[in-house]
């Protein structure tokens, strides 16, 4: 009994000390770096940000999403820790790369960080982004989704169908190829349903 004890109180301990790059299940809750992450295969999370959609002329349209928005098409819902920095600039050049293989398998991309809407709407014409960003600055749609830790959103991504369903998840992403993963996971979903 003791010993269950120990191993307990070590067991809590483990989330912080081995970084970003742990995922530990505990019962029925999975936790990351960032919190408590929501259930697989139950409603995700709901979520309400403002943020930018770029237009095809390249400038940015101020918006507010919510996750009803995207009823009847996939959503990849990536957290990302700030614009303009080297892996979070490498993880939303991938998602542009593929944007147009993911809205033929009917899926939207909704990055969300941090930043405001000014520093998305530059980030965006920078790198010639076509998908939003929203702003989540007290990191509430990111405690949501067990992606924050102050001031930060952390790198997650949330794959969620279109009746909003949660249907995968990565944690402690490396941006390389991370785009490429999402989606071959979205077509083998597709195609098993």
């Known amino acids: 009994m003791q010993r269950r004890a120990v191993l307990r109180s070590l067991a809590a301990l483990v989330p912080a000390t081995l970084g970003a790059t742990s995922l530990l299940a505990f019962g029925r809750q999975a936790f990351a ?18 943020g930018i959609t770029p237009a095809a002329d390249g400038e940015a349209i101020e ?10 098409r996939w959503l990849v819902l990536y957290f990302y ?19 147009a293989a993911f809205e033929a398998a009917n899926a939207a991309v909704v990055g ?8 998305h709407a530059d980030f965006c014409s920078s ?24 001031p930060f959103s952390q790198r997650h991504t949330f794959l969620i169908d279109p009746v909003g369903v949660l249907r995968s998840t990565w944690v402690a992403v490396r941006p390389s190829g ?15 349903r």
């Open 81 to 99: 820790p700030r614009d303009f920095t080297g892996g979070c600039t490498l993880e939303a050049r991938g998602f542009q790369k593929d944007l």
């Open 112 to 119: 969300v960080s941090a930043d405001d809407a000014e520093s």
């Open 33 to 50: 770096l960032g919190g408590t992450l929501p259930a697989l295969n139950q409603p995700a999370p709901d979520f309400s940000l403002p």
């Open 127 to 150: 790198e010639g982004l076509a998908f939003p960003l929203l702003s989540d600055p007290a990191g509430s749609v990111s405690r949501a989704y067990g992606s924050w830790i102050a």
């Open 178 to 192: 991370h785009s490429a993963e999402v989606l071959a996971t979205l077509q083998e979903l597709q195609i098993s």
């Open 63 to 72: 918006t507010r999403l919510q996750l009803a928005d995207f009823r009847g």
